[in-house]
């Protein structure tokens, strides 16, 4: 079924993400699950979402190696950077995208520079490319094309936001975009009307849908309605009072797959884990940092 005339969308549920959590490494480092992949089958296809947040002496370094398979991670820097030998620097307003696929390990030698804050999202991707060849690429903050218009600043990542276009290599059609809204400031957006999407605060108060809309606050995460069918949507967003927002709008197309996972391992089947988990032991996992050099 397709409709030509948009609707508007609006937050069909509030999450309040709870207080930050000691973090994997340890004094210094807390996280907050923004996107819990236990409710999977309601966020299709966002599996997860982790806010780090991390305050590390300088040099000392954030956890160690470790793999991934099956998913693809989409890393953005909010604040700070991160840098490792091999596999370079992530300043404040980056992206890096990473394709799991078959297997990787990454993070071989990762330190945090300053006080940092690092959103990971896991993202499901179709059955028939789940085991694609891995791969890495990084979106600099400047090369993030900027939507401006009175009282907002969009820089868009991936999909679309007006006028502005973000093309990338991906499996899965993703819409992500870092939005600065003035008190009383409005954007509105466009997305596919089947897209599963939210909306992140990440400072500040937004409005978010037509007329009265939702209110979130900082830490709030309004997930949006949607319709199974083609056709265009807007969204609207609007700064609150007294100091605007920033948020992050994450939206992309379902898969009506189910998946199964363990650990940092994402699969269709338990036949799946099992297979990839004996891979990896067997040193079969391609290193993030060997992708960089044969790029």
Same mark, same amino acid.
């Given at each position: ?71 693809? =991670? ?5 604040? $700070?950077?991160?840098? #490792? +030998? %091999? ?5 404040? /307003?980056? @992206? ?80 992500? =975009? ?5 008190? $009383?400031?409005?954007? #509105? +957006? %466009? ?5 599963? /999407?939210? @909306? ?96």
């Amino acid at each position: 079924m397709t409709s030509s005339t948009p609707f508007q969308r609006r937050v069909a549920r509030t999450i309040t993400t709870p207080p930050p959590a000691p973090g994997f490494a340890g004094p210094g480092h807390t996280a907050v699950v923004v996107v819990d992949p236990s409710h999977f089958d309601e966020q299709d296809p966002f599996i997860l979402l982790a806010d780090d947040r991390v305050d590390l002496p300088e040099g000392a370094p954030l956890g160690g190696e470790h793999p991934h398979a099956g998913f693809e =991670i989409a890393t953005f820097v909010v604040e $700070g950077s991160v840098h #490792d +030998q %091999d596999e370079g620097v992530l300043r404040a /307003g980056d @992206v890096q995208w990473m394709m799991a696929g078959r297997g990787v390990i990454h993070n071989e030698h990762v330190i945090p520079h300053g006080r940092t804050r690092i959103l990971q999202l896991w993202l499901t991707i179709p059955e028939t490319d789940r085991w694609s060849e891995p791969r890495i690429e990084t979106t600099p903050r400047d090369a993030a094309p900027l939507r401006r218009e009175p009282g907002v600043e969009a820089r868009v990542y991936s999909g679309s936001s007006g006028a502005v276009h973000a093309p990338r290599r991906g499996h899965v059609p993703v819409t992500l =975009i870092d939005v600065r809204l003035e008190s $009383g400031a409005t954007l #509105d +957006q %466009d997305l596919p009307a089947s897209y599963n /999407g939210f @909306v992140y605060v990440l400072d500040g108060t937004a409005r978010v849908g037509d007329g009265d809309g939702t209110t979130l606050r900082s830490g709030e995460v309004g997930w949006l309605d949607r319709r199974d069918e083609e056709g265009p949507s807007i969204l609207r967003l609007s700064g609150g009072a007294p100091e605007g927002a920033r948020l992050v709008l994450y939206a992309g197309q379902p898969q009506n797959a189910p998946i199964v996972m363990h650990g940092p391992f994402v699969g269709g089947t338990r036949a799946d884990l099992m297979r990839i988990s004996r891979e990896y032991m067997a040193g079969r996992f391609d290193r993030v940092s060997a992708l960089r050099r044969n790029a």
